[in-house]
């Protein structure tokens, strides 16, 4: 027990100890951060993934799909009572042209069944006009205050609306001057003169002290608050005015003011479409008046509107991919909708794959289409390259489905109606292990299925998890993290070899006390645990250190980084290219304890070598001299 | 008082090896201190005087005799016990509870304080959990230690803020606190001025006289050997007896 009585006064009374519990803490820290920021993105990419796949997908390997996919889906359902739902999807390769906009770009059709893919994945919630539009305006609702009645709410959101106007008439000015390089220093505010006047007033009086009594110390911690308190002061207060030319801050502002004035008008829209004189007394009862309950691709009446005729209105809707460049994104990753496409013309043009697998060029299928609405799933590749159509329109223009005029009974020219993927729901899709079995059953189902019928033109099918779908992808993703904890155990390597080197400095510099502790009766292993026990305390300190820093700093990432946005004007996560609109601020506590548990683990056995050579030193040679 | 010596060394050689050269320091040495005795080493220096003191404190190990012209005699020996065939444990709770050394440089721990020095030596004895219950009736014996020597006014200084003699007062505090059989001193006054060098001669003798405390003291200077109940002379490795 002396040992840690001894260790306790090292640890107070000797300076040193600062340097190897400061090189645990930064190490421990940034592991922390760094690991967090990987894992979490991981994680949201796995999530994202499976949120958009569903559990389970079937598919073979051509575009020219597979046939007798509905039967499949019965005969699943039957004979598997784990499946929930599933959905058969086509995917089409081709080109959508924008008349309106003199714009095109290759694009992947999506063949679906809206409501059906709803049920198997989040369809239904990455949808923009049908279900994030409407849930933002019963938040905007909710946020006025309930019960209250339409009329009520409408009068609200007109105010708001008209506030968010003289917010944006506000941000406008100072955007476009900044651009034009017209803008001055803004004034100095009273809260500037808050930060200074301690600063200075603190500063004099050490000044004053340090003069008086003649101490250095003072003298220094006089000059040290001048500089840390000056060079915050001018980050936080003056660097924006030393910049004023720098537009960032003003675009920043102008496009914050630009999206809330859209939302806050979509927000009226829906006021309008409220029923009137109606009391409104929970959030549900506006999400079921508001929120369609079922995606389609239905055009509307009102999308007349936008057409010369009633005749050239398109019969069918399409959803694009978010991405797919209709909308400019800003720096927050909002889109910015200002320009809103209200059901407007997409010809879509469909490269054919014959079922022997061929591309069938001669034949290649255009329609009209009218968009009905966006799609954010948060991948990038599903956002910027889909367009959602009906599954049958899609089937028609890919040659996998025959025209309609054909009668199954013309056995020349009907063939049955072919798909490429059904995604599949379970029931309970939470377990990992259950979900491998049962693919694996259902692979062999689908085997059962089709021996017998034949399938001979077609490869055969394949029954995959949304995991194993993505692993390449996700391996890769992981790879880089397992590169990053290498990265980093190395790293760890150096927060040893420190506290090696400071262990070898402080044993040298013990080497009577150690002397001394023998010469009183302390054994070697005695010695040996006091700087053992040091080790393990600067490990436990310097790694608590780390973890509320580390903590702290994952946790406010998104704060962090929009702080430095503000004082400096830097963009570190652009939201316009990087997938997610928030850099992942979760950490895995279990990680974390490892983490901690590794740090003290350094601290042992970096002074690991240093005790045992305190330990076996020659306490007579040591107490022999001064 | 029985006849077995509280330490006796017979025969015991000691040789340095520095590279190839080996000095031969302890050439043989046969010396017993008695319980209740106070015995001082001469010697001139580089005699050999402190590593006597650190072999017959079980510092440091005398040179094993060659393998077959060992003498069973041979050896430092406590109350009869052969150091040699102690085990580890045996010599450390000797060292720590039955002998007390005081050194010429005070050898205080700079980072403890006054009190906490003095102490440690109590808290090393204890069992590993139990340190601290059994330190704190011992707590009492430290303060009367350096209330006797004068130094309860400085507790909790620090020993770097502490003079010469009253460091070697806490030191001699420390070597007390287990209440030893046996007290070595290495010049304990070898570094303090006359005036002050007399003060803890006249603690140490105050310990003999008072508490029977058995001393071996090692001191170049005549009148300090003057004191004790007898003095040996080391010269060229060997005791010489007048
Ligand atoms: N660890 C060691 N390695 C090599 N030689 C040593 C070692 N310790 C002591 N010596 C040598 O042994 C001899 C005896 O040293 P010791 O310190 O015992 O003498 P001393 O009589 O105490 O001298 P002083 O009066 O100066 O203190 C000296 O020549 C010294 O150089
Ligand atoms: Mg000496």
């Known amino acids: 027990m002396y040992q840690i009585f001894l260790t306790l006064r090292y640890l107070t009374r000797k300076k040193i100890v600062i340097f190897p519990i400061l090189v645990v803490w930064l190490c421990l820290m940034m592991m922390i951060i760094v690991t967090s920021i990987m894992g979490g993105f991981v994680d949201r ?37 784990e499946i929930e739902a599933s959905t058969p999807v086509v995917h089409a390769y081709g080109l959508m042209n924008l008349p309106n906009r003199g714009a095109n770009a290759p694009v992947q059709i999506v063949g679906i069944d809206p409501v059906g893919r709803s049920k198997v994945s989040k369809f239904r919630e990455n949808l923009f006009q049908q279900y994030k539009s409407p849930m933002n305006a019963v938040d905007d609702f909710v946020s006025f205050g309930l019960p209250k009645t339409s009329e009520e709410l409408q009068k609200a959101a007109t105010d708001a609306f008209e506030h968010a106007n003289q917010a944006i008439d506000a941000a406008e000015e100072p955007y476009l001057k900044a651009r034009m390089g017209l803008v001055e220093s803004p004034p100095l505010n009273a809260k500037s003169l ?22 250095f110390k003072l003298l220094v911690s006089a000059i040290v608050i001048l500089v840390v308190g000056g060079t915050t ?44 004189h109606q009391k409104w007394n929970s959030r549900q009862e506006l999400v079921d008046a508001l929120v369609p309950r079922q995606p389609t691709f239905t055009v509307p009446p009102e999308a007349a509107a936008r057409y010369d005729t009633p005749a050239a209105v398109p019969k069918n809707g399409c959803i694009v ?65 889909y367009v959602y159509a009906p599954l049958e329109v899609v089937q028609s223009m890919a040659f996998m489905r025959p025209d309609p005029s054909i009668s199954p009974d013309d056995k020349q020219n009907w063939f049955p109606p072919r798909c490429n993927e059904v995604l599949i729901k379970l029931k309970n899709s939470n377990d990992p292990a259950g979900l491998e079995a049962l693919s694996n059953r259902i692979q062999n189902t689908v085997d059962e299925f089709f021996e017998k019928r034949t399938l001979e033109r077609f490869a055969p ?44 400095m402080i044993v040298r510099d013990k080497t009577r006390d150690i002397g001394i502790i023998k010469a009183i009766g302390g054994s070697e292993l005695g010695i040996c645990t006091i700087f053992l026990f040091y080790g393990l305390v600067i490990g436990a300190v310097g790694g608590a250190l780390g973890v509320i820093s580390g903590v702290a700093f994952v946790t406010h990432t998104n704060q962090i980084h929009e702080a430095i946005f503000q004082l400096t004007g830097i963009t570190i996560w652009d939201r316009s290219v990087y997938l997610f609109d928030r850099i992942p601020d979760t950490y895995n506590a279990f990680e974390v304890a490892r983490y901690y548990a590794v740090s003290m683990l350094a601290g042992v056995l970096g002074a690991l070598i240093p005790a045992m050579f305190a330990a076996r030193l020659d306490a007579a040679k040591a107490v022999r001299y001064e | ?98 002998f007390g050394f005081v050194f010429q440089f005070y050898h205080l721990l700079p980072e403890l304080n006054v009190l906490e020095n003095v102490i440690l030596p109590a808290m090393v004895a204890a069992p590993f959990f139990m340190a601290f219950l059994r330190a ?25 803020q502490l003079s010469g003699g009253e460091r070697q007062r806490v030191a001699i505090a420390r070597a007390l606190i287990n209440s030893p059989d046996l007290l070595l001193a290495d010049e304990p006054t070898g570094n303090l001025d006359a005036k002050t060098g007399q003060s803890i001669l006249d603690v140490l003798i105050n310990l003999h006289k008072t508490r029977g405390q058995s001393i071996l003291l090692v001191t170049h200077d005549p009148h300090v050997a003057a004191l004790a109940d007898r003095i040996v002379h080391l010269e060229d490795g060997r005791i010489k007896t007048p």
């Open chain 1, 45 to 81: 990419v796995r999530q994202t993934n499976r949120e958009l796949l569903g559990d389970i997908v079937i598919s073979n390997p051509t575009a020219a799909g597979w046939p007798y996919y509905e039967e499949l889906q019965d005969y699943l359902k039957k004979n598997v009572p």
């Open chain 1, 194 to 215: 808050f930060a200074i006047v301690p600063v200075v007033l603190f500063t004099g009086l050490l000044l004053l002290g340090a003069q008086k009594k003649r101490s």
């Open chain 1, 233 to 276: 002061i001018t980050l936080i207060y003056f660097w924006p005015r030393i910049r004023p030319h720098d537009f960032r801050f003003t675009e920043d502002a102008y496009q914050q003011a630009k999206v809330n004035v859209d939302r806050a008008n979509r927000t009226y829209r829906f006021s309008i479409d409220l029923a009137p």
């Open chain 1, 321 to 385: 991919g978010v991405q797919v460049g209709l909308f400019p994104r800003d720096r927050r990753g909002n889109f910015d909708r200002t320009h809103r496409f209200d059901f407007e013309k997409a010809i879509i043009t469909v490269v054919p794959v014959t079922s022997k697998g061929g591309l069938n060029l001669g034949s290649a299928q255009s329609e009209v289409f009218a968009l009905v609405d966006d799609s954010y799933t948060g991948v990038y590749d599903v956002d910027s390259t």
């Open chain 1, 461 to 504: 099918l394949q029954v995959e998890t949304w995991n194993q779908r993505q692993a390449k992808y996700l391996n890769a993703v992981e790879n880089e993290k397992v590169m990053q904890i290498f990265i980093l155990s190395l790293m760890s390597l150096v927060v040893l070899v420190v506290i090696y080197l400071i262990f070898h």
């Open chain 2, 1 to 98: 008082m029985n006849n077995t010596p509280l330490i006796q060394l017979r025969n015991v050689h000691r040789t340095y090896k520095i590279g190839p050269d080996e000095i031969h320091v302890l050439k043989g040495v046969n010396i017993a201190v008695r319980e209740g005795e106070f015995v001082a080493i001469m010697g001139a220096s580089g005699s050999g005087k402190s590593t006597l003191l650190h072999v017959a404190g079980a510092l440091e190990d005398p040179d094993y005799p060659p393998a077959g012209t060992a003498r069973p005699d041979d050896g430092v020996f406590f109350r009869d016990q052969a150091l040699h065939r102690m085990s580890l444990f045996a010599r450390h709770d000797l060292r720590n509870r039955h």
């Open chain 2, 136 to 160: 704190r009736p011992r707590k009492k014996e430290a303060l009367e230690l350096l209330e006797a020597f004068g130094l309860s006014h400085r507790l909790t200084h620090r020993p770097n």
